[in-house]
């Protein structure tokens, strides 16, 4: 299934400073689903390159971590339980506090 | 054709351009005392005894029969000449008034921008003085008010745009012991400040008190937008019920921001507080946007509403005023509110020196070798010489390289071991370098007090510093 992933607000800084990634994820063996559960998973194992603690806590994003899928907040689709598709865009953004 | 005093040959055309500036001038002067002079009336015939009520909305009877004084009808004319703002906006902005926390990169513009409009009431809250390093972004201060106030320069700023608004000064830092005290009086808050604890204890009094909330952020080159609390949406903690890890909070003066940024911000928070107190247009409640400098790419996406199980504002929530007046910020956040850096005491006396130590070692000749963990682009604005730069993150991969200078010095001096010291800006990475250092078997490793800030402050004054 492809996706685009963008990080943001610093989470980039976790995958080599790249902010977009247009990526080809295989969904889950049953019911040929992807959730962001499993997205989540992926994503710690193949972009994440330093930090990890800095992106996810335990089986979900670290508070201050807001998801977007198709720029609506995940939790108005489900959270982790948010079925993706295909060409779906998903942004990972840490909140800022500068100013 | 004539000489002036200076020797320079002086024209009729330079004659007649002086006139007109000085025409310029004199029509500015005229405005400003006949905008003082409409403010003058408004206190009626209380002649000199006016009241101090920092919230009173701005003078100007003719407010409430509907109708704006000629002065304001001139001013105000390209606001007047928008259908879908008009007199009635503008009305409603002379009788708003507007709570502005943080006179820094949000701020400054958020702040000129609202006195310029004709806010009746803007309250400025800072408890900073303005550097020579706050003016690439701050630009509502100038090199003059360097060493005083920011709400003092901002609130001259501010009052040189617009003589007509109530400019109200809150030389203090925002805390819960004078925040409901202060915000009580404002219709609108501006969120201008650049750090978390500040940020939950804004948004919560804003609940407690019922007041719509612009919040905004920027950091590096990326900045973020939202309004909260407003008609029923949802509160910072709505969104963030847990507070992030303290490692993941960069600040401004550790991660570096590009002007423009917070201005930019700064001026849609302006925006957004005047759609609120005018009650025009759809305000950016419900919804976040994004702002992506490097990319020129800005992202409206829409947030979560209300939640009924935030601990501000849900449906089971009880936040009292006195509930807040007790909450520890600081503690819930595990973040000073202050801006001061860090100041981290992780190794034992015997592990560090200070600046002054380490300047005699060097001038005696000792044998060392100096470490600089800090990033390179931060090595690059300025360094000691002969400073290694092996940057914190890359520590335990420069380990042989270390290894390797200690040995040639070594071989320069076979008497005795070569000292291995580390420095970074302020002595927080310095100390982690060190720490870690004695864990792979350096166990001669020491840090140097305070970095580079303190080799500037007690040992070589012209140092740079940033
Ligand atoms: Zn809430």
Redesign the interface.
Known sequence: MRLTLEFGGGLELLCNSVKIHEVNVDPEAEGNKLTMKNLLSWVRTNLIKERPEMFMKGDTVRPGVLVLVNDCDWELSGQLETVLEEKDVVVFISTLHGG | MAMDSNGAVETAADVRREISSLEKAKAQIEDRISALQARLNSYGLEDGSEKTNCSAPPPAEDLFSGKLSADMIYRYSRHLLLPSFGVDAQANLLKSSVLVI?A????SPALLYLAACGVGSVGIVDNDVVELNNLHRQIIHSEAYIGRSKVESAAAACRGINSTVQIVEHKEAFRTSNALEIMRKYDIVVD?????PS?YMISDCCVVLGKPLIS?????L???LTVYNYNGGPCYRC???????T??????AD?G?LGVV?GIIGCLQALEAIKVAGAVGEPLSGR?L?F?AL?ARI??????GRSSQCEACGENATLTEQQFCNFDYEKFTQTPLSTSPLKLQLLPPEARITSKEYNEINKKGEPHILIDVRPAHHYKIISLPNSLNIPLGSLEGGLPEISAALEVNKAGDNSRDSSLYVICRRGNDSQRAVDCLHKMGFTSAKDIIGGLESWAHDVDPKFPTY
């Open positions: 943080g820094g990169g949000l701020g201008a400040t650049d750090n978390v940020r905004g952020a920027a950091l590096g990326e900045g973020q969104l963030f019920p847990t507070p992030p890890p490692t993941a909070c960069q600040r401004c991660s921001v917070p976040m994004l992506d990319s992202r409206v996406v829409k947030i979560r």
